[in-house]
């Protein structure tokens, strides 16, 4: 069991590292402040759920691959990079008013408690495909890892929800933020433009530095 000092430690760094600039964070902005908060929450879920996976991996050694195979791990960023790209063609080619990456639809993978579907999924893929998560999970955690303190697979899982939870109110944050600059872009059409123009390059930028990455 994860002692409240270890807890309390590893929560106030998870909160550095959630608000530190990155591929996460800045994919929640853009929706956000393209689309309105509830687009950046959609997001956050999941990368969140993302972020179970990636949890999972450490706990039960899964994520130990990527560290040993190069191959793994290549063929993984080639994904995640692939993917990022596919969001940037979303951006590019939106129609006026979308946000991007959800290329102008109305609203046809909702629920209904307003959540957007293909957001959520997009959160969830940009998150599982990226390789430098599982290796900075397997890195990260470990690190608050304690003898004596129950079995480390258990160490691992409570130390992953805790990270998850931290995220989710950290990016919500950000989300609610951004999503009150949203409705000062919606009346702007120019605006809007401008701002899946910027999430294209966003996400080009992110997608080169994800394939170059080295383990």
């Known amino acids: 069991m994860v002692s409240i ?44 759920t993302g972020l179970v996976v990636h949890t999972a991996a450490v706990a039960f050694g899964v994520a130990a691959i990527f560290q ?57 893929l940009m998150n599982v495909t990226n390789p430098k998560v599982a290796l900075f999970f397997l890195a990260f955690l470990s690190q608050f890892v304690k003898d004596g303190a129950g079995p480390a697979p258990l160490q691992i899982l409570q130390l992953g929800a805790l990270f998850m939870i931290t995220t989710l109110v950290i990016f919500s944050l950000v989300a609610y933020t951004a999503g009150r600059l949203s409705r000062w872009l919606q009346r702007s059409p120019k605006a809007v433009r401008n701002m899946n123009r910027i999430a294209g390059v966003v996400f080009i930028g992110l997608a080169a530095r994800l394939i170059t990455a080295q383990r």
């Open 68 to 124: 040993a195979s190069a191959a793994a791990f290549t063929a993984l960023k080639i994904a995640g990079a692939a993917y990022l790209l596919y969001l940037a063609y979303g951006a590019f080619t939106s129609g006026m008013g979308a946000s991007p990456g959800n290329e102008g639809t109305a609203h046809p993978d909702k629920d209904t408690i307003g959540l957007d579907k293909g957001l959520y999924q997009r959160g969830i």
């Open 5 to 48: 000092d270890t807890a309390l430690q590893f929560v106030a760094v998870s909160a550095v590292l959630a608000l530190a600039p990155g591929p996460d964070n800045m994919f929640v902005l853009m929706q956000s402040a393209a689309g309105g908060a509830r687009k950046g929450i959609a997001v956050t879920l999941g990368l969140c």
